[in-house]
């Protein structure tokens, strides 16, 4: 008797569910289109080992890629990098991504000769300096932009690949430092994610102070944890790559303590010579020199430094006038030598006029600026064979 009433009572649940179920508004295409459209959305790709995240905005042309069956493939505007990416997953109501996937990450690593520029994250603080407003004897095509404006940094990574170069040397001041170029850090990575160009710091600290051993030893592991396993880190033989800029005092003294402190990290160091580096018991594995008021610097077997000019905003005479032609020779001398590292001296360091950004006063019909043209002409491109692109800038109409 119980066993037949607990039938019933079920029967009558189950019946009244679906009474409910068949009574709820059907959702149609039209209507998930129409939430797609009308919020961003904040996703993780979980599938892919570095695990990108995404904040997703879809057009009414876009959202017409979701199918009958809530099935999206087709183009969203990612807001993190400015960039539109090709994305996959379902639809669920009553306006939820699941089942995510995302383009696929770019993690070839380049050979030597590696072609770089030093770059500089640290705008818009930089433009203000000794009561003068913009510092910079320049006007950048961009603008007095700022270093966390996404579609700053897309413009700017195009810019350095159609100038043929490899990574992007990033002016990093620590976790806590000021500019807070750690902050971010994380933009130019994911920016940089699906194509073959690459960034690794410039640890400044070493140049206005003696960090310890055990400081030193802090922040590589952070930079290995935090940013050296993503994609976009450059790698050298397997191993992170941090340069690390140096002061007047610098001595053998300085190397012993990198050593010490990267003995169970294995970064590929790139420190800044001084007189007699070649002569330390302790090397690293490279040396540069930052030699920005130089128009040529060869640092043989490791690295070979240009600029465009030094042209400091305070300074009443050019340290390095501007002169194209003599840049031309520069970039034709440092492809020659074909040293491990080729280094521009620099992309974007407006306060001292090294800049090879495009700018107003060498703007070209190219739209990279008369310095990008020449080494975009002089400097070989490599393959693209591995990594062609997956992302794009914007082109859906809003």
Request: proline share 7%; glycine share 6%; hydrophobic share 40%.
């Amino acid at each position: 008797m119980k066993i037949a009433a607990l039938a019933v009572l079920t029967g009558a649940l189950l019946a009244c569910s679906s009474a409910q179920a068949s009574a709820r508004p059907k959702w149609t295409l039209a209507q998930a289109r129409t939430a797609l459209t009308n919020q961003d959305f904040l996703v993780t790709d979980v599938g892919q080992p570095d695990r990108p995240d995404y904040d997703l905005a879809f057009s009414r042309r876009s959202a017409k890629s979701l199918s009958r069956r809530f099935a999206f493939d087709g183009l969203a505007h990612d807001r993190l990098t400015d960039l539109d990416v090709r994305v996959r997953f379902t639809f669920v109501r009553p306006g939820r991504i699941a089942d995510f996937h995302g383009p696929v990450a770019d993690t070839s690593q380049p050979s030597f000769p590696i072609r770089a520029s030093f770059y500089y994250g640290w705008y818009p603080e930089a433009w203000f300096r000794s009561s003068v407003v913009p510092y910079s004897r320049f006007h950048p095509s961009l603008d007095y932009y700022g270093g966390s404006d996404p579609s700053v940094i897309r413009q700017q990574l195009e810019a350095m690949r159609y100038a043929n170069l490899d990574a992007g040397i990033y002016s990093w001041w620590g976790r806590d430092g000021y500019p807070p170029t750690d902050a971010r850090f994380w933009r130019y990575l994911a920016a940089a994610r699906t194509t073959p160009f690459r960034w690794a710091i410039y640890y400044e600290r070493e140049g206005y102070e003696d960090p310890s051993v055990e400081r030193i030893r802090a922040e590589l592991e952070y930079v290995r944890d935090e940013y050296a396993s993503k994609p976009a880190y450059l790698e050298v033989e397997g191993r992170f790559v941090v340069f690390v800029y140096g002061g007047p005092e610098d001595s053998c003294a300085t190397v012993e303590r990198w050593r010490e402190a990267n003995a169970t990290l294995g970064a590929y160091l790139v420190l800044k010579a001084f007189g007699g580096y070649r002569d330390c018991a302790a090397q690293p594995a490279a040396w540069h020199q930052y030699s920005g008021d130089r128009a040529e610097y060869m640092l043989p077997p490791d690295a070979y430094m240009v600029a465009p000019g030094f042209e400091e905003m305070q300074e009443a005479l050019a340290r390095l006038p501007r002169d194209p032609e003599r840049w031309r020779q520069s970039v034709a001398h440092m492809v020659a030598s074909q040293v491990h590292w080729q280094l521009v001296i620099s992309f974007n360091e407006w306060p001292e006029g090294t800049s090879v950004e495009s700018a107003r006063e060498w703007a070209s019909p190219s739209g990279y600026g008369a310095y990008l043209d020449v080494l975009h002409e002089l400097v070989p491109a490599r393959s693209q064979a591995v990594a062609a692109a997956t992302s794009r800038p914007s082109s859906i109409p809003r």
